[in-house]
């Protein structure tokens, strides 16, 4: 393999820049020619490449977002769609791609190599922390620590005024920045899409603490909460315990940008260098991840249909910590 390709799927994520400047470097240093493709699929389709050296990533490895952009594709979703992808990478002679992105990315990539034969490695790339095959995604780190500075920010206003705020935190799928901020934020609830909490639950242990003369209160609620949307868990408590006042803050898209923390430039900077290795070993269709501080390669097919489970042990932290 001498020329390889790299690009950005899905939502955006802190610490995918420092993740592109890892495959760019990596494959520099192993004597390849990388090009960025912009704008994911959609990109790969219309040929929009860019020759890339290490010169290209300077100063990339503190910027959130990702210089190579991000878009979603329904054309790639069709036969013709890769095909015209294939011949555009034929066209530029690029024999493998690094794809950093998520379950949707992954999905498509493996479609891709069974139909193309291109080898494809992925590297984890989403704040939600949901992929099988890695203890934590790039990304993912910088996204908690966003949403706890603003809980921080919420519990301040929520004591002065004895308020009980509903705070909606990302995650459609995946309770794994709820539960965090919720056990660094002395969140008295949390409500993920994991697990089975009720209204009523929630309503009956705000009552209980109510009763022993608590006067402010955080809810953390996940986007993808079972019980419905941030402002209609809040209507229905508010119903319920109309002596509380409430209010609901929703900490939206802030969570997905940023400069990157620590953890996550090294985590993108190990699994940029592992996705290249990986290409250069002959690997295809796999996700680079760690797992107890191993590095692993999942196959994506584990990685799409797996789920990753939550600890339960925090929800319980949850309820002991909030007495």
Do not use: W
């Amino acid at each position: 393999m001498k020329r390889i390709g790299v690009f950005t799927s899905g939502g955006d994520a802190p610490g995918m820049n420092a993740c592109v400047r890892a495959v760019v470097r990596a494959a520099v240093y192993h004597g390849l020619e990388v090009y960025g493709i912009m704008r994911g699929y959609s990109g790969m389709i219309k040929g929009e490449f860019v020759r890339m050296d290490s010169a290209s990533v300077a100063n990339t490895v503190q910027r959130g977002g990702t210089i190579l952009k991000s878009a979603r594709s329904q054309k790639f979703m069709t036969k013709e769609g890769r095909q015209q992808a294939f011949d555009q990478l034929s066209h530029a002679g690029i024999e493998g791609l690094v794809a950093i992105g998520g379950n949707g990315t992954f999905t498509g990539a493996t479609i891709f190599e069974q139909e193309f034969g291109i080898p494809t490695v992925g590297a984890p790339g989403t704040i939600d922390n949901d992929l099988y095959g890695t203890d934590y995604t790039i990304g993912y780190d910088t996204a908690v620590n966003t949403a706890l500075e603003a809980i921080d920010k919420i519990r301040d206003t929520a004591d002065s005024h004895d308020r009980c705020f509903f705070v909606e935190v990302m995650g459609r799928d995946s309770g794994y920045i709820a539960i965090p901020c919720a056990i660094g934020g002395g969140a008295e609830i949390v409500m993920v899409p994991e697990t089975a909490m009720s209204v009523e639950a929630v309503i009956e242990t705000l009552q209980s603490s109510y009763s022993r003369h608590k006067t402010s209160f955080i809810v953390i609620v996940a986007e993808g909460e079972e019980e419905g949307n941030v402002h209609q868990v809040a209507r229905r408590v508010k119903e319920a315990l109309p002596q509380l006042d409430t209010r609901v803050t929703i900490v939206g898209h802030i969570q997905r940008g940023g400069s990157p923390t620590a953890a996550d430039r090294l985590l993108a900077s190990q699994l940029g260098i592992a996705a290249v290795e990986g290409l250069m070993n002959g690997m295809k269709n796999v996700m680079a991840g760690i797992v107890d501080r191993k590095l692993m390669y999942t196959p994506f097919d584990d990685t799409i249909h797996k789920r990753k489970v939550i600890n339960q042990s925090f929800m319980r932290m949850v309820e002991i910590l909030s007495v």
